[in-house]
């Protein structure tokens, strides 16, 4: 049969619809919200850490200052103690090149230099012989010596023999004796 008479269309279907729209805008904007407060808030974890990072590198005046003296004072560790090993060194030279040394010479001046393990001394002695004897027995310290030069030998006040000696040494000659 047919309707003649028409019926109410609902109104409750529209309403519906409103109430669902305005609450899948209200879920999207909630999402979307969402994704805003993570990424801002990941950005500003990033920008604290560099802020912090900054912060580190440049330090306060103090911190600065401290650390200036610190390496001060390293620097001052360093060269003492290649001051100490090099005294040492030398310290171990002279002991060593005393026991080379006859009785009877002197030396009245001695230059040496730990780099080239070389020395230059002038030196009186009592005669001729007291310095061959000297020179022979240096020259016999191959382990000790490379080359031993004598030169400028005269005869001094009182019959003393002054002369000028340049020696070589070899690396040994820094060890501590035994």
């Known amino acids: 049969m047919v309707e003649i008479i028409p019926k109410r269309i609902a109104k409750e279907t529209t309403l519906k619809n409103i109430y669902f729209f305005i609450a899948g805008s209200l879920l999207l904007a909630v999402v979307f919200g969402y994704v805003i407060l993570i990424r801002s808030q990941a950005a500003a974890l990033l920008k604290m850490q560099d802020l912090e990072a900054g912060i580190i590198k440049i330090g306060t005046r103090e911190d600065r200052n401290i650390e200036r ?17 090099a005294r040492n ?36 002695t009592v005669n001729f012989k007291t310095l061959e004897q000297q020179v022979v027995f240096l020259k016999s310290q191959k382990d000790l010596i490379k080359s031993l030069d004598l030169s400028k030998v005269s005869l001094g006040k009182n019959g003393e023999v002054d002369f000028y000696l340049t020696v070589n040494f070899t690396p040994k000659i820094l060890e501590a004796s035994k």
């Open 69 to 85: 003296k610190v390496f001060e004072s390293e620097d001052k560790i360093k060269t003492y103690k290649n001051l100490s090993s």
């Open 89 to 124: 060194k030398s310290a171990e030279f002279f002991n060593n090149f005393e026991s080379l040394t006859h009785p009877q010479v002197w030396f009245s001046s001695f230059d040496f230099n730990p780099a080239e393990i070389k020395a230059a001394a002038s030196g009186k």
